[in-house]
């Protein structure tokens, strides 16, 4: 069974930082794209930033760059995502997701790691 | 940027009615096409892909369809357990992945 388990969110103030973790299991790790989606309280979700099976494509969305970072570590079968310069706009629940390659949907996601920030 | 528009905003059904959802997109996206559905406190649900295929699972009362820029989410026979929020969503492009804004399929 695939499982993906979110750690690491909390309750931060705007310009801290946060590194968010995702265990994967169930699966093979490594022959997978992983990415982040987040969903404000109430709201829609959100596309964060996805990363190639072996790490070779990075990629964000505008509304994230130059702040967050994703990577991967294989050998341990856990995705991150390193969140900086916090804003209150980030305030969200983090997905954890996967997907073949880019020419496929998200097939799991986790149940998500809440963020808040907030003074 | 493909903008992914998805109407109506809420669809207030019964039971063993027929739901049906539109995405449009603002422009072609072939194919690329997803839909997800999500209950109140769960993560989203991957139902239907590439417009039209179910996902492993997924109830045949569940059917996608369309190309190009305009899609249909078709529920045939609601049961209690759909009344759920329903995303359409984009893959392939760039950036690589945009969510409508959602449909509430409410009671």
């Known amino acids: 069974e695939v499982q993906l388990v979110e750690s690491g969110g909390a309750l931060v103030q705007p310009g801290r930082s946060l590194r968010l973790s995702c265990a994967a299991s169930?699966?093979?790790?490594?022959?997978?794209?992983m990415h982040w989606v987040r969903q404000a309280p109430g709201k829609g979700l959100e596309w964060v930033s996805g990363i190639s099976a072996n790490s070779g494509d990075i990629i964000y969305a505008d509304s994230v760059k130059g702040r967050f970072t994703i990577s991967r570590d294989n050998a341990k079968n856990s995705l991150y995502l390193q969140l900086d310069s916090l804003r209150a706009e980030d305030t969200a629940l983090y997905y954890c997701t996967k997907r073949v390659n880019s020419q496929n949907p998200f097939d799991s996601w986790g149940q998500g790691t809440m963020v808040t920030v907030s003074s | 940027e493909v903008v992914l528009t998805q109407s109506p905003g809420t669809l207030s059904l019964s039971p063993g009615g027929r739901a049906t959802l539109s995405c449009r997109a603002s422009?072609?996206?072939?194919?690329?096409l997803a839909w997800y559905q999500q209950k109140p406190g769960q993560a989203p649900r991957l139902l239907i892909y590439?417009?039209?295929s179910r996902a492993t699972g997924i109830p045949d009362r569940f059917s996608g369809s369309g190309s190009g820029t305009d899609f249909t989410l078709t529920i045939s026979r609601l049961e209690p357990e759909d009344f759920a929020v329903y995303y359409c969503q984009h893959y392939g492009g760039s950036p690589p992945v945009t969510f409508g804004g959602g449909t509430k399929v409410e009671i």
């Open positions: 590439d417009a039209s």
């Open positions: 169930g699966f093979t790790f490594d022959g997978y794209a």
């Open positions: 422009q072609s996206v072939r194919s690329y």
